[in-house]
Each structure stands twice: as C-alpha cells, then as structure tokens.
C-alpha cells in the first residue's frame, strides 16, 4: 500500500517551526555556530554538559523556571526549578568529591524514574566524574557485566533494588568504591557497606565550581549490545551538548515557552539525551513520570501539564492505538504541537493514527546509542512520508554504502538498499567502546561510520528503514544481544546449546524468542520450559530475558560452530532457509 | 467463580509468564508491577491469557484497573467471572 504524504500548515498552534526551510539550513549549518548556542565555562574554561544544562540558567533570568516536574506512581508531585536544581547537584557534586570519587571515574545509576537519578546524573557530570545508567528492569546478569565492564566506581540505588539484584553481586564487582542508597535511614542502617543518600546530600555543602573541562572530556557511557561478545560501553565526551542542544533546536522544535515530555527511561540512550540533558540546556520544563505506560494516564498527563513537546516511542504508539480514539476525546489536548518518536522505525499506520487521534502526524526519527544524539528526522516544517525516518540533521552526511572487496562504495542510485553509513565529526559521536579498541574500529570504514542498519534513501533525500544487518534484536525500542541470552541459558544444567532470535511482534516490533537443545538426561517438559525461563528472567531481567522458550533436537550451527540464528528465524517464520551450504552436517 | 478461584486462575497464568514469582509472596493490595519484575508486554500477555483462560473480553483501556490482584478480582467478579 502506499501512503501518501502528510503536507504541514506553516504554523501549529501559532508557532513556527524553527527551521522552515530544510534545504537552507542545511545548507548554511557549521558546527561551530552550533557551539556558539551554548555559554562554556566561565573565564574559558571549557565546556561542561552541568553547566549548560543548569548552572547558566540558574545564573540568569531563567532561574525560578519550572526545569523538571517529577510526577508520582501515586500521584505525588514534585517541581524543581533551574535554581533548585543547580543547589542540589552541587551537592552531590560535593558528595563524590568528599568520597573521593574524581574526573573520569564512573558512577552508575540504577533507579526508576525518581528525581534522585537526575540530581546524580547532573552531579556527577558536574563533577567530572562519567555517567552511566543501568536500566532499573535489568536482572543481576547484565548489571553485574556493566558495572564490571566499566570499572564502575560508585553505584547509587534505591534499598529496594539493591536488595534484588545487586546485593548477591556485590563480591564480584572489586571496582565498587562506594554504594549510595535511597531509601529510609532505618533499612540502610541494616545494609552492611552502604552509604544513605539523603544523609550525604544533606551534610553536602552546596556551593560548587566545576573544575575546567575539556569538550573532549569524558561524560556518558551507555551500555549497547552487539551479536556477540559482552554488552559495549559507548563512550560520550561533554561536547556531545552542542548535538544534544542543536537537535532538540531543530528536531524537536524545542520553543523558550515548551513544556516537554520524554517518555524513555534514562536507562537507554534517549532517555538521558532528551530525557535529561536537551530539554535542560534549553532552560525549559521537562515533565518524568515515575509509572510505566498506561494509555489514560498518559493523555492525563499531556491534558494537565500542558505539554506541547512529547517525544515517545513505537511500541507506545501502537499500545495506544490497541486502546482506540474514542478515549483521547476526553482530554483537552490542545497544547500539544509536535510528536515525535524513536526506538524503531514507525510504521506508516501509526504515523498515520496520530493524525487522526490527535490531530498531529508523528514524526519518527533515526539515531542509536553510537551517534549520541539524533541524527535523521522528520521536521516540523517538512512534510512527512509515512514510514521513513525523515532526512539528515544539518551537519550530518548520511548516505546508503555497500561494502565490497574491504572497499566502501557509496549507493548513488536512489531507493537501492544498503547499510546506513554517516560522516564521522559530529560532537556526539561515540569516542570508543571502552576498553575495546578493536570492535570500535570495526564500525569505520572507508571514512565512513557503520551503523548495522539497512535502509535505502529514496530520490528526495528521505531515508527508509530495512531491517538490521546483524542479529541484534530490538524489543520495544531496547537492542538486545542474542549472545548475552544464549550465554545465561548455557548456564542452566539441562540446557545443550541455545540460540536466540527476535520474533516479530505487532506492538514490541521483536520479542526474544529461544531455541534450546538438551542434555542428553533432561527431557522437554512444560515444567522444564518454565524453569528456564524463571532461571532467564530471575538472572537477566525480564527487560532481557526470553518470552518464549521452545525445545529443539539441535541448534542449528555452521562448521565453524557460529549459530545460524537467521536459520532459526526463518524455520519460526515458515521462509525459506536460504543459502544453508555452511550449516554443520550439511 | 469464586474470589479464590478467580485469584488462582490469575496467579496461575502469572506464573506461565513469570514463573520465578512466588505467589504466596504477593501483596493483593500492591500493583503486580511493583512486586513482579514485569515489563509492559508481560503485563499486556498477562491481559491476554486471562482473557483466553475466562473468555471474557478486556478491553485496552480497563488495563489500569487489573493492576494489583485484588483488582484483578473486582473486576472479574464484576464481569461475572
């Protein structure tokens, strides 16, 4: 079927679209006036993403503005203005600098959507110390592999958490320093080696100044995963702001007067870049709630906050469109202006339903946790052709490459498809995978970043999705490997071999599907099944672990003993196998 | 249906989805989300295969209102479960 485009009135809600006309800015686009938005540090100092996010607006007019409101599972409300918000990461800027925790060194966050984890994060990057955060749905397994990977130094968690999952671990991670729990005085007094949160912060002193800072300095590390080998730990240096900042100016469409919501969890990339970071550098209001997606809760939210921002993700689009229109009728969703989604591509229905549901296309757009921030988009002001990602930022070069002979020829023959590549230089680009020289190599070539994804670009200059060029799966908007999964299921004693694959899925895009073969002692049972995938979700979480478990006779292999996952993706499909001419005894 | 049957059946298809719960462990007060390390398509598959095991239709937007156990009863009760 095709869709046809969706043309833009000039204005939306008596707003302009910052960019206009995309060709021109374009055009006219250089880096350096993108640098030239954001203050640096005082007396030359450098850059530092705290200070552009909260100390330059709590400094000037911007100072009694609504930066975050945090909205309570149990409808608690919580605001902090820039000012609040520039006290209480000076104080916990102060706590790690007492504890002792310095420039470079990583803490990690594991927590919901609580207010705490954005006070640390910003205070830790105030600090010079690097950033990293631990989706709050991860089981032990991948928390123990990212704090372990990353030479994690302090950990700050709730008691609750802690108790689940880190507790057991605590033995195994010898770079853990230091432990800050959020919880009552009480139950930290019981845990052995922790410290309590509040009680820090409250003893903090919170005047601060932050020490220079090279833009190349490191700030964010975010976990990804790949085919295979252990999660990669995406390194991002402070002059990934001016992206951050240049993105939600054009992408987002940020505006002085918007209210913003980022429904992502700072546990992933976007979360962080525009659940934390963008909104801020341009000193307006960001709305977190701590709940998880419930359709009606949501459009309370847009209808009461008065977003007019909301960037929010396919799988969500979809689960609305399960809950129907009719319900949207009820709440008076004027204010909102711009919708915006990541995580997977957007299929064109959803697009579409937006504009019936509220009157607004949504606009998809492309990145990945490498790029730092986004990089292909659909605008304001552009008309939007229904399933494609939209076209490159200014000061990104996109383009369709295929790799031949070890040579990268660019595809200049439009719709063909290929791997989407992009022009290394932008700020937020990854600076490396830490402590992984190698795989980090292996994603340039021919001047040119890899990105894994197939896409074509049609005769306009609008990219489209294809599919990914690996294994990595990519459930509701989260990439998971298929090795950290197969690797836990090895670790049961009945299980032989394993392979994992996405299995398509209408609302979460792909579910984790696994394949086990036996040991020769156990047999396929339903209570066998289930005892794999309680083993799975009690050690990965259920973010990671497998929705379906089948039993195989064998997992099919090549010679080489590398897992033909697209075999058993196409076998669960019912496609044909394909080429099978490396397939182990064939 | 009784109240009791109606909470073994909803414990019985959690446990399908989520067998490293303890049923006894749960607190019929308190969101099944914030006891059970569920993600929003386990909870939607939780929907779904109380809907296949009792036959009665949920629709989408009454989600919120089976959150915790004792919801799951009220409502099911009330939709002569």
Not at chain 1, 416 to 421: K, T, Y
Not at chain 2, 5 to 19: D, Q, R, T
Request: a negative charge; one cysteine or more.
């Amino acid at each position: 079927m095709r869709w046809e485009p969706i043309t833009k009135p000039r204005q939306i809600r008596n707003v302009a679209p910052n960019m206009p006309d995309y060709a021109k800015a374009y055009a006219e686009f250089s880096w350096d006036k993108a640098r030239a938005q954001l203050d640096g540090l005082p007396g030359r100092r450098g850059l530092n993403i705290a200070h552009e996010a909260i100390d330059r607006h709590a400094a000037g007019a911007r100072r009694g503005h609504l930066a975050l409101r945090w909205l309570g599972r149990h409808g608690e409300v919580r605001d902090f203005s820039y000012a609040d918000l520039h006290l209480l990461t000076n104080r916990f800027a102060n706590v790690l600098r007492k504890l002792g925790v310095g420039k470079g060194e990583r803490v990690f966050l594991l927590a919901g959507r609580i207010p705490e984890l954005y006070v640390s994060a910003i205070g830790a990057i105030k600090n010079g110390s690097v950033f990293c955060p631990l989706f709050s749905a991860f089981g032990p397994e991948p928390i123990r592999q990212r704090i372990g990977i990353g030479d994690g130094r302090v950990l700050v968690t709730t008691v609750a958490l802690y108790k689940r999952k880190v507790a057991e671990l605590r033995a195994s991670l010898p770079s853990l320093r230091h432990v800050l729990l959020i919880g009552s005085e009480q139950q930290i007094r019981e845990i052995p080696d922790a410290h309590d949160f509040g009680q820090l912060m409250n003893e903090a002193d919170s005047r601060f100044e932050i020490a220079p800072t090279d833009p190349e300095d490191l700030a964010l590390l975010h976990f990804t995963s790949g085919t295979t080998g252990t999660p990669k730990g995406a390194m991002h240096v402070h002059q990934a702001v001016v992206a951050h900042h240049m993105t939600g100016y054009y992408a987002l469409d940020f505006h002085p007067d918007d209210v913003f919501w980022c429904t992502a969890d700072p546990g992933w990339i976007t979360g962080t870049s525009y659940g934390i970071i963008a909104p801020l550098t341009h000193g307006i209001t960001s709305i977190i709630d701590e709940s998880d997606f419930d359709a009606e809760r949501w459009y309370g939210i847009l209808q009461d906050q008065k977003v007019t921002v909301w960037y929010t993700a396919p799988t969500a689009v979809r689960m609305m469109m399960k809950v129907g229109t009719e319900v949207i009728a009820k709440y008076d969703l004027s204010r909102l202006r711009f919708i915006a989604s990541v995580g997977e591509p957007l299929n064109p229905e959803a697009v579409v339903w937006g504009q019936k549901a509220f009157g607004l296309p949504i606009h998809d757009n492309w990145w990945q946790t490498e790029t730092g921030g986004i990089m292909i988009a659909n605008y304001a002001s552009m008309d939007i052709r229904p399933g494609s990602m939209g076209r490159p930022l200014p000061g990104i070069e996109a383009a369709i490459v295929r790799q031949k002979a070890g040579a990268v020829e660019v595809v200049t023959d439009s719709g063909v498809e290929g791997e989407l590549a992009l022009k290394p230089g932008w700020p937020s680009m990854f600076r490396g995978y830490l402590h992984e020289e190698a795989r980090y190599r292996k994603c340039f070539a021919g001047g040119w970043y890899l990105t894994g994804d197939l896409a074509r670009c049609d005769a306009d200059g609008y990219f489209w999705f294809v599919g990914r060029a690996d294994d990595v799966i990519k459930s509701s908007g989260h990439l998971i490997g298929p090795f950290e999964v197969e690797s836990i299921l090895l670790e049961h004693p009945a299980v032989a071999e394993a392979g994992v694959i996405g299995k398509p899925d209408e609302v979460a895009g792909e579910v984790v599907k696994a394949f086990v073969s036996l040991k020769s002692s156990f047999s396929p049972d339903e209570q066998l099944r289930r005892d794999l995938l309680g083993f799975t979700r009690k050690r990965l979480g259920a973010a990671v672990a497998p929705k379906e478990i089948d039993f195989v006779a064998n997992v099919p292999k090549t010679r080489s003993g590398k897992i033909m996952r697209r075999l058993l993706k196409a076998r669960e499909l019912g496609l044909p196998e394909g080429d099978v001419s490396t397939l182990e005894g064939a | 249906m009784t109240d009791d049957e109606i909470k073994a059946l909803v414990l019985s298809e959690l446990g399908k989805i989520a067998p490293e719960t303890y049923p006894s462990q749960i607190d019929p007060t308190v969101e099944l989300r914030e006891q059970v390390d569920l993600d929003s398509m386990d909870f939607l598959n939780l929907m779904i295969a109380i809907n296949e095991a009792t036959g009665i239709e949920i629709p989408e937007a009454d989600y919120p209102q089976l959150a915790t156990l004792d919801g799951c009863v009220r409502y099911l009760r009330s939709r002569k479960a």
